[in-house]
């Protein structure tokens, strides 16, 4: 048999025989005679069955029912899940002067009511149990824990009455209370070290969830806090720390925790071991088990404790199988991470199973069973975290060789789709979809349209109709293809697209603004002398060429119909900036921009721009001013215009208070350092003509 199914057997045998050997201790009831020691009580009980709760301590010290006790044959005392209540008596008789401490460990009891005789023939009552508030309680401890009023040398007489909804176990040992102290502090650094350790684990698991985002480290973790809680609450620390003063929650929160740590057990066990993929029926039955645990958390807040604690230890009984089941059926099919869920989860199932059996009476209550669950959940804590990165591995491993297998099934469709698309790109740009917000070409339907706000740049060659008449139309596609690729690449380098070739003409947008349509404009130029060198190296006459820049609102979208489509950009935006590339021969400019580009740039003064005129461009009821930029002219006539500049924009001043007297000096002073200045000429003659 295998390693993981050997092991589970192993430890179900040495558990068996544990519990039989512990089961089987004989208990003999006497008088207890105290010295300075430590005492254990169970072999010094006698009981007696109370079923209508209606007997009296005067009842029970009657002849009549002071027969009838039993002398306890287990140790400790268990009566299991019982509507009785029971009495319990023994006899003290100290022989040293001490302080006595008498601890019941069993914190899950509703009522304890304590009696004791003194040498003055009196009795003194005192009360406790899960169902009064912990603040009450005499000694504050997780127990209950009660002081013995017991005198040197005089037999005592205890009576205890005890009722419970749980499961009735009296593991009673007497103290002397310097012992108890002593031995209380070693008590609480081993509670606060496994539930520390608890904590830290659960931690780790949250903090591996957010960073791979696996549902089975959140539901491992979400699993490990609701059974904390519910240890805590067997524990009656619970009670001590968080709801002890909470008098019905105290009591409820038991079959809550229970029900809810069900319900991340079982969908932590789909997710870990995927069972929908490899066991798609038995994925069927732990998600039916999901609605009778919803149903446990749903009776803890609404009816008797009992129905519901005890619907819970039917269905811890139950999935703790099926759970068990469940693995070695998906590692038997080859699912490796199985076998390590098999080894952390088993200690944990059998001490859900036997802590249950000790709950119903089928099992003794002894040191075994009341610790087996909590070295279960210790040992699943330490362990399930391997397991789960064990499963990550895994799954990993096996997605990785599932992704190559894709990869190379979809390489070759991939370069075809990549050839394909990049074909596409040369036609329709690729900045134009992500306006559209377009994943690729095939996205793109008529009348897709969205409206920005960009630069845009025209550019054309200057007396192109009459260049063309001279060559053939091969030569014509030649020029014109060779006159393009040294000046695009411009466009690129400033963050911009061409939107279309329009013949010999471009027309570009940039996105992110002046600046960046204005220093394209400047590379232009500067790539039109490459060209002109170029040309005459071929024997050919150089060229000169306009640029318009405005920007503004436009559309860009489709236009066609459903079998032809095409992109275009609309509006006044466009319409301006191509007119402003016409009016660049008319002014002797080699770029032109608007006041609205003016207006976008970061550092006008970072650039050579003079203000040149104000027009009035057909289709505008405004005139527009407009801004020479020379950077890219030629030294001497850079040097001109800077000479000119302030002059000439005087003298537009002037103009515009149409104090055109004052203006026509200016200009003419102009016209002396720069007499090829079109845009000086143009405002001398519109002085002249307002006269």
């Not at 038991?254 to 066990?269: C, Q």
Request: aromatic share 10%; with cysteine; charged share 20%.
């Amino acid at each position: 048999m295998t390693c993981p199914l050997r092991l589970a057997k192993s430890l179900c045998a040495v558990f068996l025989l544990a519990v039989l050997q512990i089961s089987a201790s004989p208990c003999h009831a006497g008088a207890v005679t105290l010295k300075n020691e430590i005492y254990d009580l169970g072999q010094h009980l006698e009981f007696l069955e109370d079923p209508d709760k209606s007997f009296t301590l005067d009842d029970v010290r009657a002849s009549e029912l002071a027969g009838q006790f039993k002398p306890s044959r287990q140790q400790p005392a268990n009566f299991s899940m019982t509507t009785s209540a029971y009495w319990v008596r023994m006899q003290l008789h100290p022989l040293v002067q001490q302080s006595w401490l008498l601890e019941i460990s069993n914190p899950r009891l509703d009522r304890i009511d304590l009696y004791v005789s003194t040498p003055q023939e009196e009795t003194i009552h005192k009360t406790t149990g899960l169902m009064f508030p912990f603040r009450n309680r005499e000694v504050a401890h997780q127990n209950f824990a009660f002081h013995l009023p017991l005198t040197q040398g005089v037999a005592s007489s205890i009576y205890l009455r005890v009722e419970s909804s749980d499961a009735i176990f009296l593991p009673m040992r007497l103290w002397p209370e310097n012992a108890f102290a002593a031995h209380e502090g070693a008590r609480q650094f081993q509670l606060g070290m496994y539930y520390g350790l608890l904590l830290v684990m659960g931690i780790v698991n949250l903090l591996v969830f957010f960073a791979i985002k696996d549902k089975s480290h959140l539901y491992f973790t979400l699993f490990l806090f609701s059974f904390t809680m519910v240890l805590l609450e067997l524990s009656g620390l619970s009670d001590r720390f968080l709801f002890g003063n909470m008098d019905w929650w105290a009591k409820q929160s038991l079959p809550f925790f229970e029900g809810l740590s069900a319900f991340w057990a079982i969908l932590f066990t789909r997710s870990f071991l995927q069972t929908e993929k490899n066991l798609p029926d038995v994925h069927r039955i732990l998600s039916s088990l999901i609605v009778p645990a919803l149903l446990i958390i749903l009776l803890a807040l609404m009816v008797d404790y009992r129905w519901s604690i005890i619907g819970m230890i039917a269905l811890g009984i139950g999935s703790a199988i099926i759970i068990q089941v469940t693995a070695v059926m998906c590692w038997r099919k080859g699912f490796r991470p199985a076998r390590y869920f098999l080894i952390a989860w088993a200690m944990f199932l059998f001490g859900t199973v036997f802590y249950a059996l000790a709950a119903l009476g089928l099992l003794t209550f002894n040191i075994f069973t009341n610790n087996i669950l909590q070295i279960g959940v210790g040992w699943m804590a330490v362990l399930m975290p391997l397991a789960l990165t064990d499963r990550f591995n895994t799954l990993e491993q096996e997605k990785r060789q599932a992704q190559l297998r894709i990869i190379e099934e979809q390489q070759k469709t991939m370069d075809v789709q990549r050839t394909m698309m990049d074909a596409i790109s040369r036609f329709v740009p690729k900045q134009f979809l992500s306006f559209l917000k377009k994943e690729d070409i095939t996205d793109v339907r008529l009348g897709d349209v969205v409206q920005k706000d960009m630069a845009v740049l025209f550019t054309d060659i200057r007396g192109f109709t009459s260049l063309s008449e001279g060559m053939t139309p091969d030569e014509n596609f030649r020029f014109i293809n060779t006159y393009l690729e040294f000046v695009e690449p411009s466009v690129d380098a400033h963050d911009g697209f061409v939107d279309k070739f329009i013949g010999d003409a471009i027309m570009a947008l940039f996105p992110d603004g002046a600046d960046k349509a204005v220093a394209a404009a400047i590379d232009m130029r500067k790539r039109l002398g490459d060209f002109n060198r170029h040309q005459q190296k071929q024997g050919l006459n150089p060229i000169d060429t306009g640029i318009g820049i405005h920007c503004g609102d436009l559309m860009l979208g489709t236009v066609g119909s459903k079998q032809r489509l095409d992109t275009t950009v609309i509006g006044d935006t466009v319409n301006l900036a191509s007119r402003l590339e016409g009016q660049t021969k008319e002014f002797g400019a080699a770029i032109i921009i608007s006041e609205a580009v003016h207006a976008k740039l970061a550092d006008p003064e970072k650039y050579c721009l003079r203000q040149i005129n104000m027009v009035q461009v057909r289709g505008k009821n405004i005139p527009v001013t407009i801004y020479d930029v020379f950077d890219a002219d030629p030294a001497a006539i850079k040097k001109k215009k800077f000479a000119t500049k302030a002059s000439l924009h005087q003298a537009l001043a002037h103009i515009k208070d149409e104090n055109f007297k004052k203006a026509k000096p200016l200009l003419k002073q102009c016209l002396d350092i720069y007499p090829e200045d079109k845009a000086a000429q143009k405002l001398l003659e519109q002085c002249e003509s307002a006269k």
